[in-house]
Nanobody, 124 residues
């Protein structure tokens, strides 16, 4: 399984960005895909996750109501729409995957496949 994250950039506070995670090398109907982020000097933290087959979602409290995770099965791609961005959202964002139908997994160690990061910088 290969994951390719893209879509990061520089944005002013209050603005929006959409990240993409293109998946290949597997049948993803029984996978969960998540977004994590790692800010400067911080540990990698959970952001959001979606079950590919049922499209169930789960969010970290810090992004709930501002970020939306979704997937396009035809394109084998998971998106993270980020609205009302804040400077504290600045981080390298990573997508990750695990072969399971259960969402709610928020630990880095629970995911088997990782994409490279994409930098998101929010300035005030």
């Amino acid at each position: 399984v290969q994951l390719q994250a893209s879509g990061g950039g520089l944005v002013q506070a209050g603005g929006s960005l959409r990240l993409s995670c293109a998946a290949s090398g597997g049948t993803f109907s029984s996978y969960v895909v998540a977004w994590f982020r790692q800010g400067p000097g911080k540990e990698r933290e959970f952001v959001a996750t979606i079950s590919w087959g049922y499209s169930r979602t789960f969010y970290a409290d810090s992004v709930k109501g501002r970020f939306t995770i979704s997937r396009d099965s035809a394109k084998n791609t998971v998106y993270l729409q980020m609205d009302s961005l804040k400077p504290e959202d600045t981080a390298v964002y990573y997508c990750a995957a695990r072969r399971t139908v259960l969402i709610g997994r928020t630990s880095v160690s629970e995911y088997d496949y990782w994409g490279q990061g994409t930098q998101v910088t929010v300035f005030s």
